[in-house]
């Protein structure tokens, strides 16, 4: 079992900077890729970025390369989502989620999921 629990989340402007830090309580964190997903109103769950267990391979989605960057700590059961150059279309629940074995891009594929934090950019 692993519970998630992402933090960090607010109001910013446009073009601002966030950090979103998620806890994991698992004995084998180290064994699970991470990733980070959205969800805007009326909008599909989004694929944000991904990261390997090892924390050697990173993966964004399109809308997010080169603004956003995912991160991990393993002696702190920890995964980051450092978020820059903020838009209004990054408005949405940003959720942290858990993957036994390898990384992927597909919602779906995780078994465990945060809460979720709100993040509003305003223009």
């Known amino acids: 079992q692993v519970q998630l629990v992402e933090s960090g989340g607010g109001l910013v402007q446009a073009g601002g900077s966030l950090r979103l830090p998620c806890a994991a309580s698992?004995?084998?964190?180290?064994?699970?890729?991470m990733g980070w997903f959205r969800q805007a109103p009326g909008k599909e769950r989004e694929f944000v970025a991904a990261?390997?267990?090892?924390?050697?391979?990173?993966y964004y989605g399109d809308s997010v390369k080169g603004r956003f960057t995912i991160s991990r700590d393993n002696a702190k059961n920890t995964v980051s989502l450092q978020m820059t150059s903020l838009k209004p279309e990054d408005t949405a629940v940003y959720y942290c989620?858990?993957?036994?074995?390898?990384?992927?891009?597909?919602?779906?594929?995780?078994?465990?999921w945060g809460q979720g934090t709100q993040v509003t950019v305003s223009s």
């Open positions: 989620a858990a993957r036994y074995g390898r990384s992927s891009a597909v919602a779906a594929e995780y078994g465990y």
């Open positions: 698992a004995r084998t964190f180290s064994s699970y890729a």
């Open positions: 990261i390997t267990w090892t924390g050697a391979s990173t």
